[in-house]
């Protein structure tokens, strides 16, 4: 295993914490918290992670920077002609977020007073965080149970965040609110961005986007693309049920449904486990349509697949990373693979 692996792999034992990562955003929790719901949007996203009791956590947040492609021949010409023009756009001002604030907390006192309980909030002044990439407000609220939380705009990355621990009665929300922040990023971390629920914790090129996903208690499949390229990555919990008396390249054949007859499999080691490599050419139009929908006019149609699977006796599961990449990022399947935990 990688020193960087080992190293995040040890922490996590030591520190028992849930580490979750979706998206660029990374924080910490205590144990045994696990994503209970979570959204796609373009330029944004929302998460809910619930605790083993009454409290839980959401997180909200927006690029502020974040342009829509053009799909009209006139919106075309007109960001040709911004280009043309070789000149920059002016820097965005910070958004609002008192004003943000304000809105929100107005929403949840209304929900408060639906189920017929009072409402009461605090906000803190403003502040200057995160060696000044951070302007962020503090709140408080209690009604319908309480909350503590904070929204932020992050000049770095250009997000909007909010983010706030929900509870009932006597529970210890600033103990948790205070480690959630304290270890809270907001954007990739050295190009890349952290993909960490339930017991799978991986890391992907920021470029890539998430485009599929299954989240079962079994299997957990997140699957992203990049200018027609693809990383996919899986788990299967129980690897002695699952993968029963098949060897493991049977398995990976089948399971990761590597059946042309072009991909070559070899036995090797990996994260100090027995695995299996697989490696191919891909051949035909398939990859330049995906190529075109995705990037016109940067094509990069994959032409080289790559993958590997291995099964971790120390935590029963089995671990799969597959590329379709271009020569100039040949290297993906090992980058991306080293970065994922297994134990």
């Given at each position: 295993m990688p020193t960087f692996a080992k190293e995040r792999s040890s922490q996590k034992s030591l520190n028992r914490r849930t580490l979750i990562g979706w998206g660029g955003i990374r924080f910490y929790l205590p144990v045994d918290?696990?994503?209970?719901?979570?959204?796609?949007?373009?330029?944004?996203?929302?998460?809910k992670i619930d605790s083993p009791g009454s409290m839980f956590v959401q997180v909200k947040w927006f690029n502020t920077r974040e342009r829509r492609r053009p799909f009209t021949i006139l919106e075309m010409v007109r960001t040709l002609t911004e280009i043309m023009k070789l000149s920059r756009p002016p820097e965005p001002s910070a958004p609002d977020l008192r004003a943000m604030l304000d809105?929100?907390?107005?929403?949840t006192g209304k929900q408060a007073r639906k189920a017929k309980n009072s409402f009461d909030s605090k906000v803190k002044a403003e502040t200057i965080e995160h060696r000044g990439e951070r302007t962020a407000h503090h709140f408080t609220w209690s009604g319908a149970g309480s909350g503590q939380g904070k929204i932020w705009y992050c000049a770095?990355?250009?997000?909007?965040?909010?983010?706030?621990v929900v509870g009932r009665g006597r529970d210890n929300l600033a103990d948790v609110a205070a480690s959630m922040f304290g270890s809270f990023t907001d954007h990739a971390d050295g190009g890349w961005n952290t993909w960490a629920l339930y017991d799978l914790e991986s890391e992907v090129p920021e470029g890539f986007v998430l485009k599929s996903q299954k989240l079962m208690s079994g299997y957990l499949l997140l699957e992203f693309e990049r200018r027609g390229e693809r990383v996919r990555?899986?788990?299967?919990?129980?690897?002695?049920?699952?993968?029963?008396?098949f060897t493991l390249a049977e398995w990976f054949r089948h399971a990761c449904r590597v059946n042309n007859q072009r991909v070559k499999t070899i036995d090797t080691r990996f994260h100090e486990h027995d695995a299996?490599?697989?490696?191919?050419?891909i051949k035909g139009l398939v990859s330049w349509f995906r190529a075109m929908r995705d990037s016109l006019p940067a094509l990069r149609p994959a032409s080289q697949y790559n993958g590997v699977v291995w099964e971790c006796g120390e935590t029963n599961k089995i671990l799969a990373v597959q590329t379709?990449?271009?020569?100039?990022?040949?290297?993906?399947?090992?980058?991306?693979?080293?970065?994922?935990?297994?134990?």
């Amino acid at each position: 295993m990688p020193t960087f692996a080992k190293e995040r792999s040890s922490q996590k034992s030591l520190n028992r914490r849930t580490l979750i990562g979706w998206g660029g955003i990374r924080f910490y929790l205590p144990v045994d918290w696990n994503m209970t719901g979570f959204s796609m949007e373009r330029g944004g996203g929302y998460l809910k992670i619930d605790s083993p009791g009454s409290m839980f956590v959401q997180v909200k947040w927006f690029n502020t920077r974040e342009r829509r492609r053009p799909f009209t021949i006139l919106e075309m010409v007109r960001t040709l002609t911004e280009i043309m023009k070789l000149s920059r756009p002016p820097e965005p001002s910070a958004p609002d977020l008192r004003a943000m604030l304000d809105t929100f907390l107005k929403d949840t006192g209304k929900q408060a007073r639906k189920a017929k309980n009072s409402f009461d909030s605090k906000v803190k002044a403003e502040t200057i965080e995160h060696r000044g990439e951070r302007t962020a407000h503090h709140f408080t609220w209690s009604g319908a149970g309480s909350g503590q939380g904070k929204i932020w705009y992050c000049a770095e990355c250009r997000r909007v965040v909010i983010a706030q621990v929900v509870g009932r009665g006597r529970d210890n929300l600033a103990d948790v609110a205070a480690s959630m922040f304290g270890s809270f990023t907001d954007h990739a971390d050295g190009g890349w961005n952290t993909w960490a629920l339930y017991d799978l914790e991986s890391e992907v090129p920021e470029g890539f986007v998430l485009k599929s996903q299954k989240l079962m208690s079994g299997y957990l499949l997140l699957e992203f693309e990049r200018r027609g390229e693809r990383v996919r990555i899986e788990r299967w919990g129980l690897a002695n049920v699952t993968r029963k008396k098949f060897t493991l390249a049977e398995w990976f054949r089948h399971a990761c449904r590597v059946n042309n007859q072009r991909v070559k499999t070899i036995d090797t080691r990996f994260h100090e486990h027995d695995a299996v490599r697989a490696v191919g050419r891909i051949k035909g139009l398939v990859s330049w349509f995906r190529a075109m929908r995705d990037s016109l006019p940067a094509l990069r149609p994959a032409s080289q697949y790559n993958g590997v699977v291995w099964e971790c006796g120390e935590t029963n599961k089995i671990l799969a990373v597959q590329t379709w990449c271009n020569r100039r990022t040949e290297g993906l399947l090992e980058e991306v693979a080293a970065r994922c935990v297994c134990h």
